[in-house]
Structures are given as structure tokens and as C-alpha cells.
């Protein structure tokens, strides 16, 4: 008898705490990720846009006048008008599993795939996560590429053009730069 009780005591009280909860349709849910997202990306400013990447655990501000593309499911390019504008500041940012390695050896195979190129290495932290940036790598245009390794997945944020050959260019890419990493939010990754 006591063994029925104390089942139809907590019956009750599982039925008495549902009907406590608050109910949300359907339409009206928000993953957790969503909810700490909008708790803690920075609010847009003047002259500056939200890139929420929730699938990606990130957000960031970057300048306003910037398009958002996202030409395969790793990658999103910030440019201005269409992914064919070369002569303004882009940034790209790629997300892919770490796959066990750390920041070091993420770095390192970086630099291995550019032998005889003098790329430059340092260390920063970017959104309270300790990075590498490197500066001078090679491709269509001279790069400042910054790696981060987060809850096992490898961000890699490429900005053009990083040569000061580019004139106002490379001084706006430089803008961009502190406005997107000193504004960068890992989200909590589900």
C-alpha cells in the first residue's frame, strides 16, 4: 500500500509541475542555442550589422554595406555586393571539425602548405579563446588568416586584401578586422 502511494504522490506532482510550465507552440520554440544567442551576441551598432551563424555556435559584427554569403554549408564570405568584388576587404570564415588537433598543429599546417613563404605567427585571444593569427599567406590575394579551435570544431577567419600594397583597401580590411574579432561570441555548442 505505502509503494502506491508514494507512485500516485509522484504522479501527481510530475502532473502538477507540467501544468506549471510554461507552454510554447510550436511556432513560438527556441532551441537553446537560439535563447543563448540572443543573451549574449553584442547588439549592432551604427555603422555596424549582426552575422548570427547559430548552426556554427558564433556571432559577430561586421560592417554595414556587407552582403552575407554562404556558398557551401562551412563557409560564410562577407563582401561587398557579390563574391566576384575583389577590390573591397572580404572575410571569409570557415567551420569544420578539428578532427583531435590543437591550435598549434592547425597553425603548423597551415604554414607547411606555403613553404618559402614568409608568414608571419602570433598569438591573440579572440572572443576569450586563445588564437593564431598569421599574417602573410599567399593566395589570390595576400591574407591575415586567425585560427581558433572551439568545442572541437576549427574556425578559420580569412581576411583580404592584408597587404599595405592595396592602399585603402588594407586600411578598411584593418577595420573590418577589429570590428569582427573584437566583437566575435563563441556560442555554446549543443
Known sequence: MRNRKFWFTLCIAALVLAACSPQVGAAGR?????????????????????????????????????????????????????????????????VSEAGG???????????????????????????????????????????????IVYAGRLYQLTFVPASQDAGEAYARMQEFYATATGSIVFLQRM
Open 101 to 147: 588537433r590543437t591550435l598549434q598543429q592547425a597553425a603548423d599546417a597551415v604554414v607547411a602548405d606555403h613553404v618559402g613563404f614568409e608568414i608571419e605567427r602570433s598569438s591573440a585571444t579572440i572572443g576569450g579563446q586563445d588564437a593564431v593569427v598569421l599574417d602573410g599567406v599567399p593566395g589570390q590575394d595576400i591574407s591575415q588568416l586567425v585560427l
Open 30 to 94: 527556441r532551441s537553446r542555442l537560439e535563447q543563448d544567442s540572443a543573451a549574449v551576441c553584442p547588439d549592432k551598432t551604427e555603422g555596424t550589422e549582426l552575422l548570427r551563424a547559430e548552426e556554427h555556435a558564433y556571432c559577430l559584427l561586421y560592417p554595414t554595406g556587407y552582403t552575407v554569403e554562404r556558398p557551401n554549408p562551412e563557409e560564410i564570405v562577407l563582401v561587398v555586393g557579390s563574391l566576384l568584388n575583389v577590390s573591397e576587404p572580404r572575410l571569409y570564415i570557415q
